[in-house]
T-cell receptor
Framework: DAGITQSPRHKVTETGTPVTLRCHQTENHRYMYWYRQDPGHGLRLIHYSYGVKDTDKGEVSDGYSVSRSKTEDFLLTLESATSSQTSVYFC??????????FGQGTRLTVV | KNQVEQSPQSLIILEGKNCTLQCNYTVSPFSNLRWYKQDTGRGPVSLTIMTFSENTKSNGRYTATLDADTKQSSLHITASQLSDSASYICVVSEGSNYQLIWGAGTKLIIKP
């Protein structure tokens, strides 16, 4: 597995609170992605980054923001968590090739 | 609308048997098609990547096929093992490396 670490691995938070998920890579990959995975759905892209401070929206970006201040780290922030954001979140990276490497996932529950 | 559809949704087979999973897509422009294996509680892991010109690609007991004309792909697993129990996800890249369209996956269960 590529060196991708997500933190935290599990989190329970209350509706309306801000939440930040962290993705850290040691592969020096240019591209980083945040996905969410829900039962019956494929992985859906939230935001992605194509370089330091270069980010763009994915398919389901509403309610989420991201930041990438250095190559290794890509942060996903839920400004005000809602129950519909209860999901498993995956971070992924890719370099020059087409292959993407995934982190272990973060299970977020918003109560 | 770009979509990737997989069938069956779930499949149970006995250890040692073969199986084939299907993927149909309507993604355009097409860049490449990937199959991932996702074990429960873990991130997806790449099995194969195929471009437009590739019809078949193997990775051990996994063989993927691609028919770009009919926009269909299949993943064939030979001599299944208990460790093959996982979700298998078909992903199509829309013209660039970061525009990935994901299928919902096929959940495969191998029984002894």
């Amino acid at each position: 597995d590529a060196g991708i670490t997500q933190s935290p691995r599990h989190k329970v938070t209350e509706t309306g609170t801000p939440v930040t998920l962290r993705c850290h890579q040691t592969e020096n990959h240019r591209y980083m992605y945040w996905y969410r995975q829900d039962p019956g759905h494929g992985l859906r892209l939230i935001h992605y980054s194509y370089g330091v401070k270069d980010t763009d929206k994915g398919e389901v970006s509403d309610g989420y923001s991201v930041s990438r201040s250095k190559t290794e780290d890509f942060l996903l922030t839920l400004e005000s968590a809602t129950s519909s954001q209860t999901s498993v979140y995956f971070c992924a990276t890719s370099g020059q090739g087409a292959r993407a490497f995934f982190g272990q996932g973060t299970r977020l529950t918003v109560v | 609308k770009n979509q990737v559809e997989q069938s069956p949704q779930s499949l149970i087979i006995l250890e040692g048997k073969n199986c084939t999973l299907q993927c149909n897509y309507t993604v355009s422009p097409f860049s490449n098609l990937r199959w991932y294996k996702q074990d429960t509680g873990r991130g997806p892991v790449s099995l194969t990547i195929m471009t437009f010109s590739e019809n078949t690609k193997s990775n051990g007991r996994y063989t993927a096929t691609l028919d770009a004309d009919t926009k269909q792909s299949s993943l064939h697993i030979t001599a299944s093992q208990l460790s093959d129990s996982a979700s298998y996800i078909c992903v199509v890249s829309e013209g660039s490396n970061y525009q990935l369209i994901w299928g919902a996956g096929t959940k495969l269960i191998i029984k002894p």
